[in-house]
């Protein structure tokens, strides 16, 4: 069964209505999507490929070799006839980008820098359409859930809600049965735009009980609904597990950039998502206190972590 793949063009012209009810479907129920024709240049997808690839190999490939995950698979294969497996560490070579520490981004690597803000920027700008299409799916007024994610503020102030990009490499595995390329688990944030590798597959999410591969398919931007959005909508859309196995051959490529809330936005079901006198499914939370117990229970079932966080 494939990942849905949505014509994102298609929101402006004659089949505008029918291709709102598909991306609402896919909300509902996939909580991923892939979109193409999304308005991001593939001249500036192609560079993106070809300056993360160079980064890892100039900046990053000797680090992961003396990482802790490659010593502990190397002492795990010393063992004669184990049976254990690598559970608190992820086959993962990671970091990240934002407008605060652009000053610490990759500088040996010609036209990382410069690439990367110019996508950041496009790929920020297709975050908040796609929020936009969510608000009006939902039946809220456009601009609902960017104005929630940064604190209440309006369009004319100064933005608040937090816009990283994960930019990450998973080698290849010498034993790919011990040890997760990243561990399941849902987003906390809000809207993630995953720009993956379109050669090596390994994402997986988890669908009615059963693991599907989110198949590579050229410069399509993946979408997928983060435990923030569960919340605004009431449970409409939910956030949906996701995994990325290690494997044994090439080194899969994956960029993920996240709108999520200010750590100061409070985030609560949406008041016209209720029905009169119904309760909200979810509690209503300061941002910054759920990442707090999301750090602690990320790959541990969800529902408590609603639970868990101090209610405002």
Not at 21 to 35: M, N, P, R, T
Not at 67 to 85: A, I, T
Request: net charge negative.
């Amino acid at each position: 069964m494939a990942i849905p793949v949505i014509d994102y063009s298609k929101t402006e012209g004659e089949e505008r209505s029918k291709t709102l009810a598909e991306i609402a479907h896919c909300c509902e129920e996939w909580g991923f999507f892939q979109l193409v024709n999304h308005g991001i240049s593939e001249e500036l997808l192609e560079r993106v490929k070809k300056v993360a690839s160079e980064c890892y190999k100039v900046e990053r490939e000797a680090g992961f070799g003396e990482s802790e995950p490659v010593k502990k698979l190397k002492e795990l294969m010393e063992k004669e006839s184990c049976d254990e497996r690598i559970d608190d560490v992820d086959w993962e070579d990671v970091f990240l980008l934002t407008d605060d520490n652009a000053h610490q981004w990759p500088s040996k690597t010609a036209g990382f820098r410069e690439t990367m803000k110019e996508y950041r920027s496009e790929v920020k700008k297709l975050a908040v359409r796609v929020m936009e299409t969510m608000d009006e799916n939902l039946g809220l007024p456009k601009g609902y859930m960017k104005k929630a994610f940064n604190g209440g503020k309006e369009e004319e102030e100064a933005e608040e809600a937090f816009f990283g990009t994960k930019v990450s490499h998973y080698p290849p595995c010498p034993k790919p049965e011990k040890v997760a390329g990243l561990r399941a688990h849902t987003d906390a944030g809000g809207v993630i735009l995953l720009f993956q590798d379109d050669e090596v597959e390994s994402l997986q999410i988890l669908k009615d009980g059963v693991w599907l591969d989110v198949q590579p398919l050229k410069n399509a931007i993946v979408i997928n609904t983060g435990d923030q959005v569960e919340v605004l909508s009431n449970g409409r859309y939910k956030s949906v597990w996701h995994r990325i196995l290690a494997t044994p051959h090439g080194n899969r490529r994956s960029i993920a950039s996240f709108y999520n809330p200010s750590a100061e936005a409070t985030i609560h079901p949406a008041p016209q998502l209720l029905p009169e006198q119904a309760k909200a499914e979810y509690p209503s939370f300061v941002f910054g206190d759920y990442m707090s117990v999301y750090a602690e229970q990320k790959f541990l079932p969800k529902e408590p972590r609603f639970q868990a966080v101090k209610a405002v």
